[in-house]
């Protein structure tokens, strides 16, 4: 069974860096295309950024508000998927989610982890 | 970037009808690239349909999505009440890679 957990989130200052991780389990996670995607509080879904596997040459995208800001990362053998997140701003507060990828759908979703950027 | 827009805003049903929901494109859409979620209160979205019209593992067959180039549908044929929730159509592009749509609120009449 496909297990996504996400930890790391919590309350941040605006300009501050906080850093999420993804543990995955029940799948071969090297051979996995990962995703992060954000819901800020009573809004939407918003996808922030992909990362492919490392045969593919693990190449990254984030969206358009978080890029230069957020680096999508992985570790295979730790089976973890990280966000990190600098220069944090209130618009970035949001309940975050890491997804796998199955062709162009987003099969498993985590729990999800707050990010609360607040002075 | 191609537009989600996702209608109507919410829905009001009762268990035991059957309900249609909206996706409409800016741009042409490969089914391919159209999926649709649902998303209960505090949980997680879950994948329900990819490909415009393939149930993901473990969806009931009441639930099945049409549609092609700028218009997509998702029909619930029964209402059950663990059917009421919100709804996301999604589709795959270039940038950005993943584009949502709104959202339906499905609830109960």
């Known amino acids: 069974e496909v297990h996504l957990v996400e930890s790391g989130g919590g309350l941040v200052k605006p300009g501050g860096s906080l850093r999420l991780s993804c543990a995955a389990s029940?799948?071969?996670?090297?051979?996995?295309?990962m995703n992060w995607v954000r819901q800020a509080p009573g809004k939407g879904l918003e996808w922030v950024g992909r990362?492919?596997?490392?045969?593919?040459?693990?190449?990254?995208d984030h969206a358009a508000p978080v890029k230069g800001r957020f680096t999508i990362a992985r570790d295979d053998s730790k089976n973890t998927l990280y966000l990190q997140m600098n220069s944090l701003k209130t618009e970035d507060t949001a309940v975050y989610y890491c997804?796998?990828?199955?062709?162009?759908?987003?099969?498993?979703w985590g729990q999800g982890a707050l990010v609360t950027v607040s002075s | 970037e191609i537009v989600l827009t996702q209608s109507p805003g919410t829905l009001s049903l009762s268990p035991g009808e059957r309900a249609t929901l909206s996706c409409r494109a800016s741009?042409?859409?490969?089914?391919?690239?159209l999926a649709w979620y649902q998303q209960k209160p505090g949980q997680a979205p879950r994948l329900l349909i990819y490909?415009?019209?393939t149930r993901a593992t473990g969806i009931p067959d009441r639930f099945s999505g049409s549609g092609s180039g700028t218009d997509f549908t998702l029909t619930i044929s029964r209402l059950e009440p663990e059917d009421f929730a919100v709804y996301y159509c999604?589709?795959?592009?270039?940038?950005?890679?993943?584009?949502f749509g709104q959202g339906t609120k499905l609830e109960i009449k």
């Open positions: 990362i492919e596997s490392k045969t593919n040459g693990g190449t990254t």
């Open positions: 741009q042409s859409v490969s089914s391919s690239y």
């Open positions: 490909d415009a019209s």
């Open positions: 999604q589709q795959y592009g270039t940038s950005p890679l993943y584009t």
């Open positions: 029940g799948f071969t996670f090297s051979n996995a295309w």
């Open positions: 997804t796998t990828q199955s062709g162009y759908a987003l099969d498993y």
